[in-house]
């Protein structure tokens, strides 16, 4: 075992912890949606999704998992997104019934996860959620940019990536829910 297994103060805890310390600046600099607010949200939350690739990374890597890293992990995973999207709701971004969709799928897995931890079960996080994730960062960076940069219009863009974000959302979703089935009766 190593040392560092049971502590909260390794690095890839820390990255958690950086990554719920985005979300307010986020949130802030979405509540200034000119091209400078929108600007720095996107490079707050590019930062922010940053360390979510790379605290994942280093707690394998390192042997520096920890109980309270597999909880601030995901956490901060499901916060970051949830309220971005949310923002970019009242921005009229990206739509409302995408958002539910997204979020009602991330509530339901993490319910059936946890249900399966009671059970003295595991159910690994499947490739589908990995590229689910890495496409929902993408283009929630694109929306919260928003503007045209270098003739590459943003917004359209992160609606590209959101929607394909949205189909492997779902499909995840499904995955899981099948496998849940097997593991769980």
């Not at 109980?67 to 901060?76: C, E, I, Q, R, T």
């Not at 959620?129 to 863009?157: E, M, P, R």
Request: one cysteine or more; a positive charge.
């Amino acid at each position: 075992m190593n040392r560092h297994q049971g502590h909260i103060d390794n690095l890839p805890n820390t990255l958690s912890i950086m990554r719920l310390v985005l979300i307010p600046a986020v949130m802030t600099c979405l509540y200034f949606p000119g091209r400078l607010g929108s600007f720095l949200a996107a490079v707050f939350f590019a930062a922010a999704a940053f360390t979510d690739l790379l605290d994942g990374f280093l707690a394998r890597r390192y042997k520096t998992v920890t109980p309270v890293g597999k909880f601030l992990d995901p956490l901060a995973d499901k916060l970051l997104v949830s309220v971005t999207m949310i923002m970019l709701i009242t921005l009229g971004r990206i739509p409302a019934w995408m958002v539910i969709l997204i979020i009602a799928r991330e509530m339901a897995v993490t319910g059936l996860r946890s249900i399966a931890v009671v059970e003295g079960k595991v159910i690994a996080a499947s490739s589908l959620g990995k590229y689910k994730t890495i496409f929902q960062l993408v283009s929630l960076i694109c929306l919260c940019l928003h503007y045209q940069y270098i003739n590459v219009d943003f917004h359209a863009v992160g609606m590209a990536f959101l929607w394909v974000a949205l189909a492997l959302t779902l499909w995840s979703g499904y995955s899981y829910f099948r496998l849940a089935k097997n593991v769980l009766m």
